[in-house]
């Protein structure tokens, strides 16, 4: 396990969007991403919690509270050697959840090399 503070690994979080292409990032519609500690869901690293982009209607409004991406620290630390597998395992889960707002399921992650 490795031990990164909690500002450290927020700025990772941050870094890891950042690296997001600007065109997809602007593509990203009321969606905020949070740190927490630890999943209710043992073995999760991260979570997308919304309506994805494919999905959204006449019937969603854009007023609506924001679709929320989680990156959970605990279980990210819990799982690596070093700060570096952190940095990347964060920029993995970040991508991951992120094509969950784009409506790319699971099983195409997997293809994709993004599971």
Known sequence: MVDLSEDDFDLAVRVALRAIPEDLRDAMSNVAVFVAEEPEEPGLLGLY??????ERDSWWDAGSLPDRITIY???ILAMA???DD??????????????????????????LGWG
Do not use: N, Y
Request: net charge negative; charged share 30%; no cysteine.
């Open 73 to 75: 620290r605990g279980p």
């Open 49 to 54: 919690e919304g309506t994805p982009l494919t």
């Open 86 to 111: 952190v940095v990347d395992e964060i920029r993995t889960t970040v991508v991951h959840e992120v094509a969950h707002h784009f409506g790319i399921d699971d099983d195409r992650l997997d293809e």
């Open 81 to 83: 050697a070093t700060p």
